[in-house]
Nanobody, 115 residues
Framework: QVQLVESGGGLVQAGGSLRLSCVVS????????MAWSRQAPGKQMELAAV???????RYAESVKGRFTISRDNAKNTVYLDITSLKPEDTAVYYC?????????WGQGTQVTVSS
């Protein structure tokens, strides 16, 4: 059974930084794309960053320059480094991976940014 476990969220002050991690377990299949999405209170889910198997990345306009997605294939882990945090970054952050044509989601980690 595939499991995704996120960590690294918390309460931070505006201007601070965080690193989110997501470890994938339960499958020997190669991971295609890995992504981070977020959902702020009362808002729709937003795809923040994606990294494919070749290492190419894409970012939402709202996070470009502040978010960096990376992956460690040997550890089946995807990271999201966030700098210059803003109160509007407050959200639950979810990782998602695609393997063998199926998508899997983590349970989410809360990031709260105080002004």
């Amino acid at each position: 059974q595939v499991q995704l476990v996120e960590s690294g969220g918390g309460l931070v002050q505006a201007g601070g930084s965080l690193r989110l991690s997501c470890v994938v377990s339960g499958s020997s299949s190669s991971i295609n794309s890995m992504a981070w999405s977020r959902q702020a209170p009362g808002k729709q889910m937003e795809l923040a960053a994606v990294i494919n198997s070749g290492g190419s990345t894409r970012y939402a306009e709202s996070v470009k320059g502040r978010f960096t997605i990376s992956r460690d294939n040997a550890k089946n882990t995807v990271y999201l480094d966030i700098t210059s945090l803003k109160p509007e970054d407050t959200a639950v952050y979810y990782c998602k991976v695609v393997m063998d044509g199926s998508a899997y989601w983590g349970q989410g980690t809360q990031v709260t940014v105080s002004s």
